[in-house]
């Protein structure tokens, strides 16, 4: 399948090339599937750059950054982790999630990010790893709302000085977005999910609602439709049935608004 370009309605291409040029690292604040991923990927494709990528979690440790001791046959040597290797490459490093990853995850990275872009690898030879000059980093966060989200400490926040605030794009803009991704023509049915999902999304950010959709459903919700299933069917699926998991009530509610939408 051919890969969808990304569409830029908040032009943080233009803000990423800057900083880019600049050599400051940047920020990319958003709910889930408002496109912070795509978005970078293009930018590094654009760039013609190699792009590393590290998704944080709870899971995350620093030897997934800095890397592990290992024994093989006898010799006892160093797999250098995603960090150092990107910093040593002077690659471009997407750190996704970042404020989903533990404090002391943090404190490394910290360390490398901070003007001086070096690290001293005392798991290994205390070597000093310094970071190319075309070492790019770019790092997203979700809201607090998000479950698993902390609060990033303030220096941290500090080593990302260019910060581009991605939400949910108009109406217009996500059907063109929907429409790259299929073949039939089903823009009535793509704008009614679109206005459901968005009717959904306030709902959550209000907390009326524990779970906002994303471009990803809307994108599926078309993508169902090229497949010849009714847009009321597609809508359940795609939209409705994942309340189910917050209770009756929640997904009862959710059913109600997709029936008043597209009927029986």
């Known amino acids: 399948m051919e890969e969808v370009q990304y569409l830029d309605w908040s032009n943080s291409i233009q803000i990423l090339n800057k900083a880019y040029e600049a050599g400051l690292f940047v920020l990319i604040i958003g709910p889930k ?32 950054l800095i890397g592990t001791k290992t024994l093989k046959e006898g010799t006892v040597s160093f797999d250098e982790g995603l960090l150092i290797k990107s910093m040593k490459s002077g690659d471009m490093l997407y750190l996704d ?8 995850v943090l404190l490394r990275l910290d360390e490398a990010l901070d003007d001086r872009r070096q690290i001293v690898l005392k798991e ?6 310094k970071a190319e000059e075309s070492w790019f980093v770019v790092s997203t966060i979700n809201p607090l709302t998000h479950s698993g989200t902390k609060e990033l400490p303030p220096q941290l926040l500090s080593r990302f000085p260019v910060r581009i605030r991605l939400e949910y794009p108009p109406e217009n803009i996500e059907l063109e977005i929907v429409k790259k991704h299929i073949s039939g023509n089903h823009e009535s049915e793509i704008l009614q999910a679109i206005k459901l999902a968005n009717t959904l999304r306030q709902a959550a950010a209000v907390e009326e609602l524990f779970y906002s959709p994303s ?14 299933m009714s847009s009321k069917q597609v809508a359940d699926i795609v939209f409705g049935n994942v309340y189910a998991q917050w209770g009756n009530i929640e997904y009862q509610k959710v059913s ?9």
């Open 215 to 228: 471009l990803r459903e809307t994108i599926a919700f078309g993508k169902l439709l090229d497949k010849g």
């Open 256 to 264: 109600d608004i997709i029936t008043s939408m597209f009927g029986n």
């Open 124 to 129: 290994s030879t205390g070597e000093v790893v």
């Open 33 to 64: 599937g408002t496109g912070k991923t795509s978005l970078v990927r293009d930018f590094a494709k654009n760039k013609n750059i190699n792009l590393d990528s590290i998704n944080f979690s709870l899971r995350t440790r620093e030897s997934h």
């Open 97 to 104: 999630e970042i404020n989903s990853a533990e404090a002391d």
